[in-house]
């Protein structure tokens, strides 16, 4: 079973969440922040992740250290969980339409952490939500999970379409590089034997 669980407190967030890499993306999901609810529901069901997450944070200050930590948490969560990556695929790409909007993501489990991002969103905020946390979120993710993740904005101005694409995008291929490839399940997929 490939299910991490972690509790981070800090004297900015508390925060709990347990994942099941191999579930079917139910979710239980309590941030702080209405939007980044939306999105992490969004995340668990489209990548079929089962998500338990609760942040209690200073969000009377405002939603960074929420949104980053959270990225941080939910990176090291993956990174638990996979192990060695004994047996996945490594690599996932999806390319998502949401209406006017067009979004590209591709992940490697590489053990390298590196962030493409190249979203254009539009507003400063949606609702209370400043955008600019998409990619704080997204950096810290890929620092805790060592992925190289790309996301690329190739149609759109919404901003909510957007951010949205990108979590629904993301989150698909994420379930294809962790998923378990029946050919190779006891082989790490590295020509070098580790990632």
Do not use: W
Request: aromatic share 8%.
């Amino acid at each position: 079973m490939r299910i991490a669980e972690i509790s981070r407190k800090t004297a900015e967030t508390d925060i709990y969440l347990k994942i099941d890499l191999d579930g079917t993306g139910k979710s239980n999901i309590n941030t702080g922040c209405g939007f980044l609810d939306h999105m992490m529901t969004l995340f668990a069901a489209h990548g079929k992740f089962d998500t338990e997450l609760s942040c209690k944070g200073d969000t009377y200050v405002d939603y960074h250290h929420t949104a980053e930590d959270i990225g941080i948490v939910l990176g090291a969560c993956f990174a638990k969980a996979l192990g060695d990556k004994r047996g996945i695929h490594r690599y996932g790409d999806t390319l998502l339409p949401m209406d006017e909007t067009l979004i590209l993501s591709a992940v490697d489990f590489s053990g390298r952490a590196y962030l493409g991002y190249d979203l254009k969103i539009p507003t400063e905020k949606v609702g209370a939500f400043d955008t600019e946390l998409v990619e704080e979120f997204f950096a810290a993710f890929v620092r805790q999970a060592q992925c190289a993740l790309h996301i690329r904005q190739l149609a759109g101005k919404n901003s909510h379409h957007i951010i949205e694409g990108a979590f629904k995008s993301v989150a698909r291929s994420l379930r294809q590089a962790v998923s378990v490839d029946e050919r190779s399940r006891n082989e790490i997929p590295s020509t070098k034997g580790v990632l």
